[in-house]
């Protein structure tokens, strides 16, 4: 099994709609759960951090943290064709290793 | 935050040749780390290079393919040896701040 595992996609969605994007994962000593972006031919760039559980909100992206059910989840609002790319779930323990996801290709319709 | 500077940004190369690839942080960090990032596959951790110290290589990755320098805080080299087609792919340089990690853009090798 897999440590991280997200919804391969692709998706493609028209401009304003509602985006989610999900992963699940393995290991419950998880603490710091990251979203990336990441245009192409471009380095993945942080998108959003969450520790632990719980919501984080940042404009038109929120993030979802639930540890009793190993899940996460990004939500974006009113989506733009600025946002088509590929996003990528992370997480991490007390170490140094990050654990990505496969990533999922979003592309946003005008 | 940190920004990292990688170059190439992309290069096509001829089997049996080297390439290094060089990031550049901007500020001093303790902990660098490449990735390899294939199509359709999560990023895969190469090695951790820490200044002074020889770098700590990931499962089905070595040294002699994969030498990395790491001469101070703010620079380190990932060398792809002896190349084959089977290296073709992304190799990114990371470093973390706290519990975040930062990317330089990649580098796209094509192995022809």
């Known amino acids: 099994q897999k440590e991280v595992e997200q919804d391969p996609g692709p998706l493609s969605v028209p401009e304003g709609a509602i985006v989610s994007l999900n992963c699940t994962y393995s290991?419950?000593?998880?603490?710091?759960f990251m979203w990336y972006r990441q245009y192409s031919r471009k380095g993945p760039e942080l998108l959003m951090y969450?520790?632990?559980?719980g919501n984080k909100e940042d404009g038109r992206f929120t993030a979802q943290v639930d540890k009793s059910s190993k899940y996460i989840s990004l939500f974006i609002r009113d989506s733009q064709p600025s946002d088509s790319a590929t996003y990528l779930c992370?997480?991490?323990?007390?170490?140094?290793?990050?654990?990505f996801g496969t990533g999922t290709s979003l592309t946003v319709i005008p | 935050s940190a920004v990292i500077s990688q170059k190439p940004s992309r290069d096509i190369c001829q089997r049996g040749t080297s390439l290094t690839i060089q990031c550049q942080v901007d500020?001093?960090?303790?902990?660098m780390f490449w990735y390899r990032q294939q199509p359709g596959q999560s990023l895969t951790l190469i090695a951790t290079?820490?200044?002074?110290?020889?770098?700590?290589?990931e499962s089905g990755f070595v040294i002699d393919k994969f030498p990395i320098s790491r001469p101070n805080l703010t620079f380190s080299t990932l060398t792809v040896s002896n190349m084959s087609p089977e290296d073709s792919s992304i190799y990114l340089c990371?470093?973390?701040?706290?519990?975040?990690?930062?990317f330089g853009q990649g580098t796209r090798l094509t192995v022809v």
């Open positions: 992370a997480m991490s323990g007390t170490g140094n290793q990050f654990y």
């Open positions: 290991n419950s000593a998880f603490q710091y």
């Open positions: 969450t520790y632990s559980s």
């Open positions: 500020s001093q960090v303790t902990m």
């Open positions: 290079a820490n200044q002074g110290s020889e770098a700590t290589y």
């Open positions: 990371s470093t973390r701040t706290g519990a975040e990690a930062f």
